[in-house]
């Protein structure tokens, strides 16, 4: 991305100064993508288009940066529960079915983490 696309924004950005390298080049793609949502999400030739429907208007716009942190956001909230109910076994007997039951849940919920780290839906 080069430094220009994102002079429109720069006033009301906060400072990233002092923040690592690839954290600051996350947040311009981030800013760059939803410059592009903005920008493409106005239909100023509605009235140009005989027997348009509204789809002809609608673009497709790629989002990887938000993609990527949307699923790295659901990501940890189910680490988080895994963690939770991983905590619940600690006092349960290793041979216990609540033990069984609890581990196999967590194991699942760990596999779920990674697949929308992957990109994939659970």
């Given amino acids: ?3 220009n696309e994102l002079t429109e924004v720069k006033p009301v950005m906060p400072s990233l100064e002092g923040l690592p390298q690839e954290v600051i080049e996350y947040v311009h793609g ?3 993508e939803n410059l592009a949502l903005k920008k493409h999400a106005k239909i100023d030739d509605y009235d ?3 027997n348009c429907g509204f789809e002809s208007y609608v673009m497709p716009i790629e989002t990887p940066n938000t993609d990527e942190f949307t699923a ?5 909230g189910v680490d988080e ?8 076994a600690a006092g349960l007997s290793m041979s216990s079915n ?3 039951a609890i581990k196999s849940t967590v194991f699942r919920a760990v596999n779920f983490a990674a697949n929308l780290r992957a990109g994939r839906n659970g």
């Fill in 1 to 3: 991305m080069k430094n």
């Fill in 30 to 32: 981030l800013v760059a």
């Fill in 48 to 50: 140009k288009c005989d």
């Fill in 72 to 76: 790295e956001l659901r990501a940890q």
């Fill in 81 to 88: 529960f895994a963690s939770s109910i991983g905590a619940e």
């Fill in 98 to 100: 609540a033990y069984k």
